[in-house]
């Protein structure tokens, strides 16, 4: 019995909500571990659809517990928006099946003033303006408000006084008013009687139910190429993504991984700034991203859209130790007379097999492409390996050769019943 890390291995937006829906049914527990509520995972249940950005996926379904992991940084006031929104729709959320880690970072008013203005700068890198970097650079600085300080508020003011220190600095070099202490405090006391009673010690509790057995998936945000040390930095999230960081991120060893899940679209997409060197500005790229539905659960922005880049996700299979993937959106590709796949990079007159780590060359490399003979028999819906056109196979194939990985799953519409199963991660 193998506990699950599903993690992206593109710049995110890969499908995940979809396979960490499917593969929840198998689990008893689903845990983010880190990120916060820029993350978007949408879910389509019997034909209701629930877009979440915080919580677990698992949290829709009945008799799973949902964990927030310490690698998280939590908006109070966004998840208590996001329970409240799920309740209208007919989800319960209690302490029964949310638990959050006491030793969260949170994310106040000032981390999303901060990210905002910074954004409307000139050295912006094309953030949600949620609070969640400026948030992780309070954790690094020991200086955070973490949920486990709100159980004590007459000692939260010491605490307060040490984080405006830094963040008044800094408002005055932006010539802002400085925050006053109140406020804050205000802005805590008034969440967290309803925050509170989710607060836990995960890392124990996690390490209880793992050793009575039960499966864990934990369920990444993002992708790896946004990974704070291994994406293309600096247009990268302000957490680590890869597989990794779900031991630290939920207070469990690495021992306790025992499969990574690797999610790709058949394609590539990326939300932001930063380099994407298979990038079609052009009809292709609007049409696949039109086919695709290919606009932000969190934003609404618009997705950049091009071929798959086998470079990139062969280093995400390496950074991220991934065991398998699951290729998402096949049927995008559906009718398309040619599919190009990027196989490699020109940069200086030299070919190369890797994205380089330098912020210039990056932006620089030039794609090798191999051009795959497109399908015309649909592949939408398809629930079996022989409902697939053949060279809708031969491209499949193709993109296992080409990054070193098997394809353990296969999605073919956003209906969690479309999905092909080759290999179960949780037997894996």
Known sequence: ???????????GDEGKGKIVDWLSEQADIVVRFQGGHNAGHTLVIDGKTYK???????????GKLSVIGNGVVLDPH??????????????????????????????????RELDALRESAATRIGTTKRGIGPAYEDK??????????????????????RLLAHHNALRRGLDLDPIMPKSIYDEL?????????????????????RREGKRILFEGAQGALLDVDHGT????????????????????????IGYVLGICKAYTTRVGDGPFPTEQDNAIGHAIGDRGREFGTVTGRR?????FDAVLVRQAVRTSGINGLALTKLDVLDGLDEIKICVGYRLGGQQIDYLPASEHAQAEVEPIYEIAEGWRDRTASARSWVDLPAQAIKYVRRVEELVGCPVALLSTSPEREDTILMLNPFEG
Request: proline share 5%; charged share 15%.
């Open 52 to 62: 979440l950005s915080l919580l677990p996926s698992g949290v829709v379904r009945k």
């Open 78 to 111: 966004a998840l208590l928006e996001e329970i409240d929104r799920l309740g209208a729709q007919g989800i319960t959320v209690t302490p029964d099946n949310l638990q959050i880690a006491e030793n969260v970072a949170l994310i106040l008013s000032l981390h």
């Open 140 to 161: 690094v600085g020991r200086r955070a408000i973490r949920l486990m300080d709100l159980k004590d508020l007459p000692a939260l003011n010491g605490k307060i006084e």
């Open 303 to 307: 997705r950049r859209c091009g071929w």
């Open 233 to 256: 930095y600096p247009f990268v999230t302000s957490s680590n993504t890869v597989a990794a960081q779900a031991a630290i991120g939920s207070g469990l060893g690495p021992s306790a």
């Open 189 to 209: 006391a008034s969440v967290a009687p309803r925050v509170l009673p989710y607060m836990g010690s995960v890392w124990s509790l996690l390490d209880e139910k």
């Open 1 to 11: 019995m193998a506990n699950v890390v599903v993690v992206g291995s593109q710049w």
